[in-house]
Nanobody
Framework: QVLLVESGGGLVQAGGSLRLSCAAS????????MGWFRQAPGQERVFVAV????????YYADSVKERFTISRDNAQHTLYLQMNSLKPEDTAVYYC???????????????????WGQGTQVTVSS
């Protein structure tokens, strides 16, 4: 079973940048589509971005397009989320997740991901 550990969260002013990392254990990282999700206080967990196994396909929530970039390094078993032009509404706990079901799907649905990290807090001040 893969284990995921996020890092890189913190407090940043509006307009600033952060880079989140998600380190994965195990040798099968390149077999999984990987996603980033976020959850603000009192709200449901929502999709942010997803990347295919090879990294060749990426998809984003409309709210983060042109500001966030998802990427992966399969040799280092690491997933990234570069976040630029941050806004106060980006404040949330950010989770990385793995879709370990053997398929070609690249999903934006929370329920399609079966392995989750512990989350990292991102706070954007105005």
């Amino acid at each position: 079973q893969v284990l995921l550990v996020e890092s890189g969260g913190g407090l940043v002013q509006a307009g600033g940048s952060l880079r989140l990392s998600c380190a994965a254990s195990g040798r099968t990282f390149s077999s999984y589509a990987m996603g980033w999700f976020r959850q603000a206080p009192g709200q449901e967990r929502v999709f942010v971005a997803v990347i295919s196994r090879s990294g060749g396909s990426t998809y984003y929530a409309d709210s983060v397009k042109e500001r966030f970039t998802i990427s992966r390094d399969n040799a280092q078993h690491t997933l990234y989320l570069q976040m630029n032009s941050l806004k106060p509404e980006d404040t949330a706990v950010y989770y990385c997740a793995a879709d370990t079901v053997p398929s070609l799907r690249v999903s934006d649905r929370v329920e399609d991901y079966d392995v989750w990290g512990q989350g990292t807090q991102v706070t954007v001040s105005s």
